[in-house]
């Protein structure tokens, strides 16, 4: 990966941070983001630290915000020449519904359409570096989504909390199959992880309720630690043997088929288009 710059989202915690100091061993410039400026300067210590690198930088991102994604889109941009790898690990899991400034429901947009826009935002500069990848992080909670997603509540008013970040990490599937579509040809491939059930600080904050508070400490004796779940990510944004492979689901660095409902390709392409309506100006 010497010579390569990598961008992980989320990267100052839990698998995106592992990730990240994989990545770093082997010789990529990695740029995490976080949305708090303290956390995302303690995970730049820690990075450099255990990778044994100072190719390594932190950026301001919250995807709660579009105009955040924008501001760093652009930021990027101007510091960056090229973008050999995105990694969209940042995502997240609530309790109860809430809404984010742009008027979407936050699970949603954290998890879908801030990593939709910020793609978008940074398409030009992954073809221009092509070959290049694009690795999406999902979760294997895809499969409860059974009945696929609602189009005339993309939004949630009906509001189940896991199973409406099921349908986010559905979203992410259907998202990233579209984008491999999209981009072929470019020299850029997408791929999409699951990372296993992760001992990380996801869910731990209090988001969850009752949940993260009770039935996730009973399941984390029977977890990956962090840096086990950042495997699949690190293998597949960097083993010279998938240079090609695109449009593909992953669990432990091994191509398996997701749901049927991550499959459709109507939906696909739906997502897409209702997608790029929303992140319109």
């Known amino acids: 990966m010497g010579g390569k710059v990598v961008l992980i989202t989320g990267g100052n915690a839990g698998i995106g941070k592992e990730t990240a100091i994989g990545l770093a061993k082997l010789g990529a410039t990695v740029v995490i983001t976080s949305r708090n400026a303290e956390r995302g300067r303690d995970a730049l210590a820690e990075i450099k630290q255990r990778s044994g690198s100072d190719r390594v930088d932190v950026m301001q991102l919250d995807l709660a915000s579009l105009a955040s994604v924008r501001s760093f889109a652009d930021a990027f941009l101007a510091r960056y020449d090229r973008l050999d790898v995105l990694v969209e690990n940042a995502g997240l899991v609530l309790g109860s519904r809430n809404v984010t400034e742009d ?9 879908h ?18 070959p290049s990848r694009v690795v999406v992080v999902a979760s294997d909670a895809h499969k409860s989504a059974r009945r696929g997603l609602d189009f005339d509540d993309l939004q949630s008013s009906r ?21 491999a579509r999209r981009l072929d040809g470019t020299g850029v491939t997408a791929n999409v992880v699951h990372p296993g059930f992760v001992a990380s600080r996801f869910g731990r904050d209090g988001d969850l309720g009752m949940l993260g508070k009770v039935t996730m400490p009973l399941m984390r004796p029977f977890a990956l630690n962090a840096e086990q779940g950042a495997r699949t990510s690190v293998y597949v944004a960097s083993d010279p043997a998938l240079e090609g492979v695109t449009g593909t689901y992953w669990v432990r660095c091994a191509p398996v088929s997701p749901s049927d409902a991550a499959l459709d390709d109507d939906a696909a392409r739906e997502l897409w288009e209702r997608s790029v309506a929303m992140v319109s100006p």
Do not use: M, P
């Not at 008027?103 to 998890?111: R, S």
């Not at 801030?114 to 221009?128: I, N, P, S």
């Open 159 to 179: 509001y189940r909390s896991f199973n409406v970040y099921a349908k986010s990490k559905l979203a992410n599937i259907l998202f990233t199959r579209e984008l």
């Open 113 to 130: 359409l801030g990593h939709f826009l910020l793609t978008e935002l940074l398409r030009d500069r992954l073809v221009a570096s092509a």
């Open 103 to 111: 008027g979407f429901e936050t699970t949603f947009q954290v998890n």
